[in-house]
């Protein structure tokens, strides 16, 4: 089964960019079936939806219109990974990021699962 | 921005009783809805897509109903285990998926 793990820095000084990467085990995130993607909760707060990838070919992704300046996902498909950068990180960033796959069903219906363990990213100088 | 509201907030019960949490959507998202259970220092799992569909490996006694603006996650018989937090979530739109603020499910 697909298994999803996020690695990265736990600290960031503000204004500073951060890489966090996940690992797919079980399945190639190149596959035409699935779209790849990030979310992430700060401490005691609710989800939020940062964006979705496709690496399929050409590949698409789609940011939440919140946050489109100061993210991007990428893929290093040799290695079954992608990464999410965050550009000009201030406290308001500090959460816990998780990765997660995008399965389609019947139609345009779909959802996410599985999910990564989350990795804690604290904003600090 | 597609909203979604959770209600209520926050919940207590009791082992074996019946719960029942909403959702609602600003505007019609047909069944695009699925709800997922977090545990605390854990990642969120999915219970249910597609509004109504159990997701493989979920006890039966999860269940979730609607379409259009009103939906709801029905527990029937509370089980130690199902105390958590609930969000929804739609994914209507991919350009602008959005959860809810959560349901917090404690012990009475």
């Known amino acids: 089964q697909v298994q999803l793990q996020e690695s990265g820095p736990g600290l960031v000084k503000p204004s500073e960019t951060l890489s966090l990467t996940c690992t797919v085990s079980g399945g190639s995130i190149s596959s035409s079936s699935y779209y790849w993607g990030w979310i992430r909760q700060p401490p005691g707060k609710g989800l939020e939806w940062i964006g979705i990838?496709?690496?399929?070919?050409?590949?698409?992704?789609y940011y939440n219109p919140s946050l489109k300046s100061q993210v991007s996902i990428s893929a290093d498909t040799s290695n079954n990974q992608f990464s999410l950068k965050v550009t000009s990180m201030t406290a308001a960033d500090t959460a816990v990021y998780y990765c997660?796959?995008?399965?389609?069903?019947?139609?345009?219906?779909?959802?996410?699962?599985?999910w990564g363990q989350g990795a804690l990213v604290t904003v600090s100088s | 921005d597609i909203q979604m509201t959770q209600s209520p907030s926050s919940l207590s019960a009791s082992v074996g009783d019946r719960v029942t949490i909403t959702c609602r959507a600003s505007?019609?998202?047909?069944?695009?809805l699925n709800w997922y259970q977090q545990k605390p220092g854990k990642a969120p799992k999915l219970l249910i897509y597609s509004a109504s569909n159990l997701q493989s490996g979920v006890p039966s006694r999860f269940s979730g109903s609607g379409s259009g603006t009103d939906f709801s996650l029905t527990i029937t018989g509370l089980h130690p285990e199902d105390f958590a937090t609930y969000y929804c979530q739609q994914s209507y739109t991919t350009l602008a998926i959005t959860f809810g603020q959560g349901t917090r499910l404690e012990s009475k």
């Open positions: 997660a796959r995008i399965t389609y069903g019947s139609g345009t219906q779909n959802w996410f699962d599985p």
């Open positions: 990838a496709s690496f399929y070919y050409s590949g698409r992704t």
């Open positions: 505007q019609s998202i047909s069944t695009f």
